[in-house]
């Protein structure tokens, strides 16, 4: 059974950073394209970044390109994300999706396994 468990998140003020980090365990994940999303209080969840572990290639939302980075240790079976400069608005539950295949898809109906997510604040 395909497991995912996210942990890293945190209180942080605007500016600083954070490693969110999602460990996967169940099978063998080097086939599987895995992403980050995240949903704010009364909004909808919205696609983050998205990394396919066989090729390394990495897909960015533009709120948060150029601040987070997106990468994965396939020894760890673990997936990151690296938020830098964070803003209020950033503020959200962020959870790690996985799907079999190279997948270009930034909807979250495309992801078959989701984690229990991690709260990640910013203050101003």
């Known amino acids: 059974q395909v497991q995912l468990v996210e942990s890293g998140g945190g209180l942080v003020q605007a500016g600083g950073s954070l490693r969110l980090s999602c460990a996967a365990s169940g099978r063998t994940f080097s086939d599987y394209t895995m992403s980050w999303f995240r949903q704010a209080p009364g909004k909808e969840r919205e696609f983050v970044a998205r990394i396919s572990w066989s090729s390394g290639n990495t897909y960015y939302a533009d709120s948060v390109k150029g601040r987070f980075t997106i990468s994965g240790d396939n020894a760890k079976n673990t997936v990151y994300l690296v938020m830098n400069s964070l803003k209020p608005e950033d503020t959200a539950v962020y959870y790690c999706?996985?799907?079999?295949?190279?997948?270009?898809?930034?909807?979250?109906?495309?992801?078959?396994?989701w984690g229990q997510g991690t709260q990640v604040t910013v203050s101003s």
């Open positions: 999706a996985a799907v079999r295949g190279t997948r270009y898809c930034t909807v979250g109906s495309c992801y078959d396994y």
